[in-house]
């Protein structure tokens, strides 16, 4: 696994550990909130050293590529970054994949990113892929390389183009995942900051969701090698206020700022391609998901203590 100590690779090192494959983590760091499980390998390194990866392929079958350095916000200031550190990396990634003889490549990549401003709703595979941010133009160009080197290689893969995951380990206070970090900003008591009027309309995929059809990409042969993976319905920011407050039982303080251009107004995910080639759905209802996040949120450092001390 590449980049197995993040949000996403922390819960799949889990999954996989319990199910008792054998699992190596290639990354630059464990998750800071859970400790690598016992009957996981861990390799400290960074995706661009070339000879450290193709060390750390050595033996296995399937590969995650979790790695990403940038953000959707963040990839326009510096595209060339992007490009040189996500794309540029991932293709010598691949080669070092067929130098081992790996035989799958799964490849989270973005439902909310890669399509761009939504021509019709739900949003199917079929949709154009016109990305308005690098990050979604790096994701799109990586699902063609994967499928150029499944044409040359016989290397095969999936890509699941994913929508706003959430749940436990996600980092509250990061820079990516709203539902965690508004959850955090609710118990630190301070308040929550949303681009625009809060009538943007996102889909949210609670992380075991996400973790489910991971297992089955991995797992099953199928026609297709791109599958949206999302709630498959839409939610606006101001029903994730309300949802948080009822899960929480405080009224968040709301600060609004003015709309960003990177944000397209609506972005929802049909997920019947998913269900119908994987057998995989959805499980987890948007509020049992909010109150199970909450609830993990609630075991880290009390924010107030660490004020005082």
């Excluded at 980049?3 to 699992?23: A, D, M, N, P, Q």
Aim: include cysteine; glycine fraction near 10%.
């Amino acid at each position: 696994m590449i980049g197995g100590g993040g949000f996403i690779g922390t819960h799949l090192v889990e999954r996989l550990v319990e199910k008792e494959h054998s699992v190596r983590v290639y990354g630059r760091n464990p998750n800071r909130f859970r400790e690598t499980p016992r009957g996981a390998e861990f390799v400290e390194g960074e995706l661009g050293n070339h000879g450290l990866v193709r060390e750390a392929l050595e033996g296995m079958e399937v590969v995650f590529h979790l790695v990403s350095t940038t953000l959707p916000k963040t990839s326009n200031d510096d595209p060339i970054f992007d490009v040189r550190s996500n794309l540029v990396d991932t293709i010598q990634l691949l080669e070092a994949c067929v130098e081992a003889g790996v035989r799958k490549v799964v490849f989270p990549s973005s439902g909310g990113t890669v399509y761009g401003p939504p021509k019709f709703l739900p949003v199917t595979e079929e949709h154009p892929t016109e990305p308005i941010t690098s990050y979604g133009i790096v994701k799109l160009a990586v699902e063609k390389y994967l499928n150029l080197f499944r044409h040359l290689h016989g290397l095969d893969y999936t890509s699941l183009r994913i929508s706003n995951a959430y749940g436990p380990y996600q980092d509250p206070a990061g820079q990516q995942g709203a539902i965690s970090v508004f959850l955090e900003r609710v118990r630190e008591r301070k308040p929550i900051t949303v681009w625009g009027d809060g009538g943007v309309v996102r889909d949210y995929l609670y992380v075991s969701d996400l973790m489910d059809a991971m297992e089955l990409a991995a797992e099953t042969e199928t026609e297709h090698r791109v599958f949206n993976v999302g709630s498959g319905h839409g939610v606006s920011v101001n029903e994730i206020l309300e949802l948080i407050s009822e899960a929480t039982g405080e009224r968040p303080e709301v600060e609004y700022l003015p709309a960003r251009a990177l944000d397209v107004p609506a972005s929802v995910l049909d997920v019947d391609r998913a269900k119908r080639d994987l057998g995989w759905r959805p499980q987890t209802d948007l509020q049992e998901g909010i109150y199970r996040t909450w609830d993990w949120l609630q075991t880290l450092p009390n924010p107030h203590s660490r004020e005082t001390t």
